[in-house]
């Protein structure tokens, strides 16, 4: 679509597409800040609440977060690559970004289906964090609770990232951008920093503290 | 004075509102008037200010009508004197009535709904609201809350002494109910998992109803209890043959006109009273 | 810009023009207007005739059949639940926000079309959707959602005590509508942001402009909020956790209803001038437009809904005053409130100094616009009592609340979503609409409804509780029943009127008077063009060289107007 002639720009070279994103991540932001402050003022009115590490399994998803920063790393390199007009550079880059994204979604979704499963040390260490059963599911008290909404949200915005990432390939691999036509690529290297982003805090407030 | 108040500003509502005028239930309660009077005033102030709303349009519509000859003034209305004008008239509204009845409601709240009595002459009951009965507890004999001999009346009933402040703490067994009592012109709402509290002194004997304001489910609109305010040696020989029958409850519920099969009580509610505020 | 060589398909279905989509928004909320009004019908009869058999003419012979016509508690419960949600979300967003913001901003700023058109589109197929889910919730066994608009748990979680899954799609539903909301409100921004034609500074957008946008920032920076809310909501309906429940009901410590009540409000509160943003706006243009004079103050006006913005993010917990909040939360949130009235009255002054010394044509969007100016004094100074702690603690959760919220809610809204069809009739469909059906469409709506709704304030004062199935049952309330039979026979010819809208709307589309470009004199932009607008608007991006009221210029001769895209004869 042309757009008429804009009159002031107070947003200087940005694209309408980017304005649009930016805006987007606003309000996103907002949903998770919404979730993460419920989630602390349940955490407040707990007499007790589990130590980090006791139940979450916190080296393999420090491992994962370095995960999801590199696809950060590479997403950048993919945006790079295009400006200097390097096409199999970016298809090449966008693919990394991806493969990482669905290796991180396949480390959570494990995550999930072990603590779903249920083991007798998962409940040796469910007693000692003051909870019950031998599976640690979302019903399992607010902490149960709490974690599977805000990790399972993030997941979801991780999953629509890799489709996001997969819809770009396609034009990317039949030479769609170049080195003057890369917006699209810029947005979407907007969202996948921002969920990145957001996983730093994620991981931070649900296995840190 | 404050009934010289209270009944001009009931007649200027009378006036204004006609033959539609509906009295709220009786009050009987010592600061109920207190609410009587911010309401009756706010009455008082919005109908004059709705009135000349009302006039400026008739009159505009009257004297500003597009008929031949007739041209409007251009006047865009942002010169600095035409801003000061309405920025005043927004603060006479603003002093006339806002500033007005927030006063009397502070005054009002610190004076009484939210300066609770203390001592030893103060009623302490418990309730503890179910879909869609009342329970009600009184300490009995110790003066303590969940022990032995609390006294526990039948589902729906309360009784309380006129004339002495009645503190009640609440806090329901499901979803959230509101304790409501319109001649007293009192309401707290009752949530899962805090206690609330409210107070209320009788000026009257008789029986009130009592309702229940949170939508709770499908039978929220027969959620009703009895108060029956009494002299105080009736409310005393009240307590004690509840205490002496303690055994006898199960005959009570076939007494109640509306048996409630689907309730089931749960047992030991009732908590250690929070002295709060 | 040719149109020959889409398919129906692409043209009305899937379109991506913005004057399509706003009038499929259009006609999705008048379906919905007319259905939470059915509803509302009903819920009327058993407040009037308690546990009686529903007449044939209402309830079509069809409804409540195995329960002799007669409406049961659940299904009270059900109504008054469907009715508000609708009301609010189904009908009068997407007539106002849907449908005039997406017809009316483009070509009141000069634009092409919207900022993202393919959004634009999918923004309303994500909306139709979602109704396809509420109202697939009607054919659930036990019915759909029962506990209130505000659906507060522990109620609205399963172990509640309603029953059926009819919470659950509620629930899906509104996240859905939420998700149309929020690309709504993606595209309405940008699009001020970025389209506007040169010349079209901020200062001189229409302020129908002004309301449709501030309405948008609104909704993108609270329906993500409550979206967050409704997620946990959706989780302790599905996953079995427990965030907002606690007492004998939890299985542990630690969920809370209250926290779910601070979220509701906090997008709550705010939502009550979203939807009310846009009419404040038309209402400023149209009093203008149709007194031949500039809207009084026109910045300030803009300032005073601006502010109102931002005071009312900060004042939720008025809701909540019976909720044993803190005394000083209670003083803090009521001081808060009350300061709304300043900006209030200005701009209402500034509507009123508008008409002053105009030359007024009462044709039948200005008889709307001026119900408008009525109804809404009443409504935002009846909003005081609430407002004060005290008088609260008596009002609140009364029928008083509920009268307060008709005036501003539904006579406002309605009003003034009809003073919009009735203006911007002729730009849509080329044709004007029938003027006599209009006048009496107005005065009877007018005067049915304003008994309505003030005499739900009198039951209010006098006890009356809201969400009753069957009042009757308390002593006190008994004297009530007389007025109530009155609201209910006033309400009826109020839905009786309605289908003479209906059929105004119908008839005039095929058969009224052929309109001219410009009927009303109006100097928006919208008003250059001719009726039936091609794709793409305008041929020529207008440029603008005045505010958008430039009525009755001192320097005009033949004419009392003059289009934003020309300048004034003698001052350019
Ligand atoms: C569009 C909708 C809308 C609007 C605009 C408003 C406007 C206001 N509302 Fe209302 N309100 C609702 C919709 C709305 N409300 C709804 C839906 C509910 C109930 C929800 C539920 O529980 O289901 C509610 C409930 C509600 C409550 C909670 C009541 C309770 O549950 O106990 C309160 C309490 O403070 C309140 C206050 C106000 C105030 C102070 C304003 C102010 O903004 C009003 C400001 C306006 C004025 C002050 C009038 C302008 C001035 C004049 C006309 C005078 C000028 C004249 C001269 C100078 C001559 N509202
Ligand atoms: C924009 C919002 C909006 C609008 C326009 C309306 C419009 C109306 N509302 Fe409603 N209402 C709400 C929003 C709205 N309402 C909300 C949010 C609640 C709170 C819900 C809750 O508690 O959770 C509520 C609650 C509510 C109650 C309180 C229920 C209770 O607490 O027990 C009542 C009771 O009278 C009521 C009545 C009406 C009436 C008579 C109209 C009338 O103006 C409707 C007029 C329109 C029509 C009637 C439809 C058109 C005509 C037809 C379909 C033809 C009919 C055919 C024949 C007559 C044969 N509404
Ligand atoms: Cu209990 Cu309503
Ligand atoms: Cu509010």
């Known amino acids: ?209 | 004075m404050k009934q010289y108040f209270s009944k001009i500003n009931q007649v200027i509502t009378k006036a204004v509102w006609g033959i539609w005028f509906l009295d709220p239930p009786k009050d009987v309660s010592l600061d109920g008037y207190r609410i009587d009077n911010t309401i009756q005033y706010t009455d008082t102030v919005i109908t004059f200010y709705f009135s000349v709303v009302v006039l400026a349009l008739v009159y505009f519509i009257f004297k500003y009508r597009s008929r031949p000859g007739h041209n409007a003034q251009y006047d865009r209305g942002d010169s600095k004197k035409n801003l000061i004008a309405t920025v005043a008239m927004g603060l006479l509204v603003f002093f006339s009535i806002d500033v007005v009845i927030e006063a009397m409601s502070f005054k009002d709240l610190k004076e009484a709904f939210w300066k609770f009595p203390k001592g030893s002459d103060v009623v302490r009951i418990e309730v503890m609201p179910q879909q869609y009965a009342w329970n009600v507890r009184y300490p009995g004999p110790d003066g303590e809350f969940a022990t032995e001999d609390d006294i526990v009346p039948p589902l729906n009933l309360m009784h309380i002494p006129v004339n002495k402040p009645v503190v009640i703490q609440i806090a329901p067994w499901d979803v959230i109910h509101s304790f409501y009592i319109p001649n007293f012109r009192v309401k707290v709402d009752a949530t899962p998992g805090m206690i609330n509290a409210m107070w209320f002194q009788a000026t009257e004997t008789g029986e009130f109803e009592i309702a229940c304001a949170e939508l709770c489910g499908n039978s929220h609109y027969r959620m009703k209890g009895y108060l029956t305010v009494e002299s105080e040696s009736e409310y005393n020989a009240w307590l004690t043959s509840l205490a002496e029958e303690e055994d006898e409850w199960e005959e009570w519920d076939e007494w109640d006109e509306d048996p409630l099969e689907e309730v089931t009580i749960p047992e030991d509610w009732g908590w250690p009273w929070k002295e709060i505020r | 810009m040719s149109t020959n060589n889409e398919s129906f398909l692409t043209k009305y279905i899937f379109s991506t023009d913005h004057k399509v989509i706003g009038k499929q928004f259009i006609w999705l909320g008048i379906f919905f207007l007319f259905f939470g009004g059915y509803l509302s019908l009903l819920m009327r009869w058993q407040l009037a005739y308690p546990e009686q058999a529903v007449p044939w003419w209402l309830s079509w012979g069809i409804f409540f059949k195995d329960a002799g016509g007669i409406i049961d508690p659940d299904t009270y419960n059900q109504l008054f639940t469907m009715h508000g949600t609708i009301m609010i979300f189904w009908a009068v967003t997407p007539i106002l926000i849907g449908g005039f913001g997406n017809f009316v901003i483009p070509l009141q700023i000069g634009a092409p079309d919207m900022a993202f058109p393919r959004l634009n589109m999918i923004s309303f197929w994500t909306w139709f959707l979602s109704s396809v889910v509420l109202l697939a919730s009607y054919l659930l066994p036990q019915g759909p959602a029962a506990a209130g608009w505000t659906s507060y748990p522990p109620l609205s979680s399963p172990m509640g005590g309603i029953p059926g899954e009819g919470q659950t799609l509620w629930t899906l539903a509104l996240v859905l509508m939420g998700t149309g909301t929020i690309m709504g409100a993606i595209n309405y921004i940008i699009t001020v942001v970025r389209l506007r034609a040169p010349g079209m500074t901020y200062f001189r957008m229409p302020l129908t402009v002004w309301g449709l946008w501030l309405t948008s920032i609104m909704n993108a920076v609270f329906v993500p909020v409550i979206a967050a809310g409704l997620i946990l909501l959706l989780l302790d309906r599905v996953l079995g956790t427990e965030f907002f429940v606690a007492g004998g009901l939890a299985s542990g410590p630690g969920g809370d209803p209250l926290l779910y009540q601070h979220v509701f409000w906090i997008f709550g509160h705010p939502e009550v001038y979203i939807l009310i943003l846009p009419v404040w706006g038309i209402v400023s243009d149209l009093l203008a437009v149709f007194a031949r004079k500039p809207a009084f103050g026109y910045k300030v006006t803009a300032i005073c809904m601006s502010t109102i913005c931002v005071l009312s993010s900060i004042v939720w917990g008025h809701h909540m005053y019976t909720t044993g909040m803190s005394p000083l939360l209670g003083k803090a949130f009521m001081f808060l409130t009350l300061l709304i009235s300043i900006p209030s009255s200005i701009f209402f002054l500034n509507w009123l100094a508008t008409l002053w010394k105009g030359n007024l044509h009462f044709e039948p969007p200005m008889i709307y616009t001026m119900g408008v100016v009525w109804v809404f004094a009443i409504g935002g100074l009846t909003g005081l009592y609430n407002a004060t702690v005290t008088s609260d603690i008596y009002l609140h959760d009364t029928m008083f609340v509920v009268g307060h919220f008709h005036f501003t809610l539904a006579a406002t809204l309605v009003l003034g979503l009809f003073a919009a069809i009735h203006y911007w009739f002729p730009k849509m469909f080329g044709r004007e609409i029938n003027r006599t059906m209009a006048n009496i469409h107005f005065w009877v709506t007018f005067v049915s409804m304003n008994f309505v709704f003030f005499n739900m304030m009198v039951l209010g004062y006098a006890g009356h509780h809201r969400r009753l199935y069957n009042p009757m049952e308390f002593d006190f309330l008994k004297p009530l029943l007389g007025l109530n039979e009155w609201i209910t026979w006033f309400a009826i010819i109020n839905g009786v009127i309605q289908l003479l809208f209906i059929f105004n709307f119908v008839w005039s589309m095929f058969k009224g008077k052929v309109a001219v470009r410009n009927p009303w004199g109006a100097s928006t932009l919208e008003w250059t063009l001719d009726a039936p607008l091609p794709h793409g608007n305008f041929a020529q991006t207008p440029t603008v060289y005045s505010r958008p009221h430039e009525y009755s210029h001192p320097s005009l001769t033949d004419t009392d107007w003059v289009p934003q895209s020309e300048p004034i004869p003698g001052t350019a």
């Open chain 1, 1 to 209: 679509m042309q757009q008429a002639a804009a009159i002031s720009d107070p947003f200087g070279k940005a694209t309408t597409g980017k304005l649009g994103m930016w805006l987007f991540i606003l309000m996103d932001g907002l949903s998770f800040g919404g979730l993460l402050i419920g989630g602390a003022a349940l955490r407040a009115g707990m007499d007790s609440w589990p130590e980090p590490g006791q139940i979450l399994n916190i080296s393999l998803t420090a491992f994962n977060t370095f995960l999801l920063i590199c696809t950060s790393f590479t997403m950048v390199m993919a945006l790079n690559s295009i400006q200097k007009g390097d096409q199999k550079g970016l298809v090449k880059f966008l693919t990394f970004t991806m493969s990482g994204g669905i290796f991180f979604l396949g480390i959570q979704i494990w995550e999930y289906v072990h603590f779903i499963a249920g083991s007798e040390e998962l409940m040796h260490n469910l007693v000692l964090a003051g909870l019950e059963g031998s599976k640690f599911l979302p019903s399992t008290g607010i902490y149960g609770a709490v974690f599977y909404a805000i990790t399972g949200f993030h997941g979801l915005h991780v999953l629509s990232g890799v489709i996001y990432i997969a819809a770009m390939l396609v034009p990317a691999k039949q030479g769609a951008f170049s080195a003057t036509n890369y917006d699209r690529i810029e947005i979407l290297g907007l969202f996948w920093h921002f969920v990145d982003l957001i996983w730093i805090l994620v991981f931070t407030v649900i296995y840190l503290i």
